[in-house]
């Protein structure tokens, strides 16, 4: 019988990891290799398709065809659509017969197995073993929600970037599902492939730069309020904090790059303040993966907040990181289960801040694993409840002024963990009152900030 891989991925980044995977030999030979792409953003129509971005043409040799999920479902969004479970078998001969897949054994290598479009994908071909790879520090947190055990029970591994060496995954640990890496070397060659015809690159850098040339900071922009995490002026405030703490390190030449899902965004009152720092700003409005221009741009020094690409900098093109704004992001993060509670720990764990008083040397991988267990626990306690014991000794030994951040009272309090509220004070978080002057208190404290 005929073996065919179906490989989905919904960005340029995913696809290099995949690529980065195939040259490793981590997948098993087959008889074909599809490329399954699927545009997410929120009004496709309004964004270029994956296979349009340059770059893409150098990654497409590693597939033997390319198809696209938007087309197949439209006109529904890959977000929001899924089979009902009456329907499945339809979909699967319509697919089988539209894809050209006949009676092949389906293998699927799938991102983000938490929602859809992988969901669904995963449940139109039920038999089919499944990979799941991850290109971010989420793989680092545990599932996100509650998975159905015909999905979770397929999954053989879970494929990451070793993006901090030694730390192993939580994701689908409640099934036991092993982890692998891919090899950093072989990521790195596929970003180099899309490095090489960035051709519009060459106004911001020369091919071959003087020696002499202005060292550049490059800053990655966030999309914090567009999943209403902060406003609009705070998201800009914390970009300021990036100009101005770059500034401050002697940094006269500074690149900021959007986030690629971010709504578009005046940049005038970055231009301002760079301006009035004397420093040149340079906006890329254009969507490009942060490694090309580590590769491009070869910058002095890369600040974020927690995206995933300050761990790829920092891990694997060994440029020097600092984060700023991680503090505020683990007091805003609601409900405490967010996804993006590990990522944003780790950033803040891990790196070092942009901005004076500089801390204490950042935490080894294995003070890390250990807090993050703790953390896994308590965001998600019913689907690993083995980590108790783990969130239970880390909490009793570690809590001190700087790792309370990565916890909420009331959440300990509500499991029962070190660190809880004293019994007699229990009756505090279901007191009305004590709650409506807790919320004055903390908004007085943000409008000081």
């Not at 960005?11 to 699927?38: E, I, K, M, N, Q």
């Not at 990451?160 to 030694?166: F, S």
């Not at 922009?221 to 002697?250: C, D, F, K, N, P």
């Not at 499991?415 to 007699?424: E, R, S």
Request: net charge neutral; glycine share 6%.
């Amino acid at each position: 019988m005929r073996t065919t891989q179906i490989f989905a991925a919904s960005t340029l980044y995913g696809v290099a990891t995949l690529v980065a995977a195939l040259d490793s030999d981590c997948f098993a030979p087959a008889d074909r290799r599809l490329l399954l792409l699927s545009n997410n953003a929120p009004v496709p129509e309004t964004s270029a398709p994956l296979d349009t971005l340059p770059g893409f043409a150098a990654l497409r040799g590693r597939f033997d065809g390319v198809l696209s999920w938007n087309d197949t479902i439209a006109p529904f969004h890959p977000g929001g659509w899924s089979p009902r479970p009456d329907d499945v078998p339809l979909w699967e001969r319509q697919l089988r017969a539209v894809w050209g897949l006949g009676d092949d054994r389906i293998e699927l290598a799938l991102e983000s197995i938490q929602v859809n479009p992988a969901q669904a994908v995963a449940q139109l071909f039920p038999d089919a073993p499944l990979t799941v790879y991850a290109d971010g520090l989420m793989t680092y947190g545990p599932t996100r929600n509650k998975l159905d055990p015909l999905i979770g029970s397929r999954v053989r591994r879970v494929l990451h970037l070793d993006l901090v060496p030694g730390l192993r995954p939580l994701l689908l640990g409640e099934f036991g599902v092993p982890s692998e890496t891919v090899p950093t070397a072989a990521f790195v060659r596929s970003v180099s492939e899309l490095a090489e015809v960035e051709e519009e690159l060459n106004d911001l850098v020369p091919p071959n730069p003087s020696a002499h040339d202005e060292p550049v900071a490059l800053l990655l922009g966030q999309y914090l309020s567009a999943l209403a995490i902060l406003t609009a002026a705070e998201e800009e405030e914390l970009h300021l904090r990036m100009v101005r703490g770059a500034a401050a390190r002697g940094h006269r030449r500074i690149v900021f790059k959007p986030h690629p899902s971010a709504p578009p965004a005046s940049a005038h009152a970055l231009a301002e303040a760079a301006a009035d720092l004397g420093v040149q700003l340079t906006v890329l409005e254009r969507p490009l993966l942060a490694e090309v221009l580590y590769e491009r741009l070869a910058p002095a020094l890369v600040v974020g907040c927690f995206s995933t690409a300050l761990l790829t900098a920092s891990a694997f093109y060994k440029i020097p990181v600092a984060r700023v704004g991680t503090e505020l992001l683990l007091d805003r993060l609601a409900p405490y289960q967010n996804s993006n509670r590990v990522p944003v720990t780790i950033a803040d764990a891990l790196l070092p801040p942009l901005e004076p008083p500089l801390e204490a040397d950042p935490s080894p991988a294995g003070d890390l694993a250990e807090l993050l267990d703790a953390v896994g626990y308590a965001m998600q306690p019913e689907l690993r409840p083995e980590l108790r014991g783990a969130a239970e000794r880390y909490l009793s030994t570690s809590l001190d002024a700087r790792t309370w951040r990565y916890f909420k009272r009331r959440r300990l309090t509500a499991l029962a963990l070190p660190g809880a509220l004293p019994a007699q004070l229990g009756f505090i978080p279901r007191n009305a009152t004590v709650r409506r002057m807790a919320r004055r208190a903390r908004s007085l404290t943000r409008r000081t900030r």
